[in-house]
C-alpha cells in the first residue's frame, strides 16, 4: 500500500508537470534521480549534512520512479538504457526527489 502511494504520487506530480506528451515514446531513455530527504528529528545538530546511506537505497528509489512513469514518462521502463541514482546530503526539513528523463531520439529513424 505504502509503495502504491509513493507511485501515484511520484505519477501525479510528473503529470502536473509535465504532462503525458512522452508517454507513447518507445525509444531508448537516460534518467537521473537525485533523492533528497529530511533529517530525521532523532539526529543531533551535528548530524546535519551527513550522506544519506540509509535505507531505502539508491537502487530501489530509482526502481520506485521508473514503474510510477511506466506510460506516463516512455511507453514502459525496459526503454532505459541508463540511470543514474544519486541520494543527496540530508539537509532540510522535507523530502523531494529531482527526476530528469532524457529521450535518445535517433534522426531519421
Known amino acids: 500500500v505504502r509503495h502504491q502511494k509513493a507511485m501515484d504520487c511520484i505519477a501525479d506530480r510528473y503529470l502536473a508537470a ?8 518507445a ?9 533528497h ?6 539526529w543531533p545538530k551535528r ?3 551527513e550522506q544519506d546511506i540509509m535505507k531505502p537505497d539508491a537502487s530501489n528509489i530509482l526502481k520506485l520512479v521508473e514503474d510510477a512513469l511506466n506510460g506516463i514518462a516512455y511507453k514502459d521502463d525496459s526503454q532505459i538504457v541508463a540511470a543514474i541514482p544519486l541520494k543527496s546530503p540530508r539537509l532540510g526539513d522535507f523530502d523531494w526527489l529531482e527526476i530528469e528523463v532524457t529521450y535518445c531520439e535517433v534522426p531519421n529513424a
Open 37 to 42: 530527504r529530511h533529517v530525521p528529528v532523532s
Open 27 to 35: 525509444g531508448p531513455v537516460l534518467i537521473t534521480l537525485v533523492s
Open 47 to 49: 548530524r546535519k549534512g
Open 18 to 25: 509535465r504532462g503525458t506528451i512522452r508517454a507513447s515514446f
